[in-house]
């Protein structure tokens, strides 16, 4: 059986309906930057989920066991369009221009699961 880890980040979009309904159609086949789906299963993204309720997402990220977060996302900054869908995805969220994914998104704390209760 294949293990694999899982993460857990949040971000605010800006609270503003027209913004977040073009964000999100953004992230349709078709919209989104073929090069930024290549970069992500490059550097070894199995699966990744973005749930929105409101204006606050949530990415869930799978990968195998060993990836290493920091290292996967600056070579991930480096790879083609990954600026500049940083630069247009930032026109959205809530964030200091010109901040990183990794400035953007903040990692969660997993502190209760129920399969260990």
Known sequence: MKHTR??????NLKPDPDLIRTYKQWHTKGKIFPEVVEGLRAIG???M???????????????????????AFATLA???RQEEWEAL????????????????????ELFFKLSEM
Do not use: H
């Not at 899982?6 to 971000?11: A, C, D, E, M, N």
């Not at 195998?64 to 977060?69: D, N, Q, S, V």
């Open 78 to 80: 480096t790879m083609p």
């Open 6 to 11: 899982r993460y857990v980040q949040i971000l």
């Open 89 to 108: 995805m930032g026109q959205f969220q809530e964030c200091n221009p010109g901040s990183s994914s990794a400035e953007k998104w903040k990692m969660t």
């Open 45 to 47: 993204i199995e699966e």
């Open 49 to 71: 989920e973005i749930y929105i309720a409101d204006n606050r997402l949530v990415m869930i990220v799978e990968a195998e066991e060993g990836f290493c977060w920091d290292e």
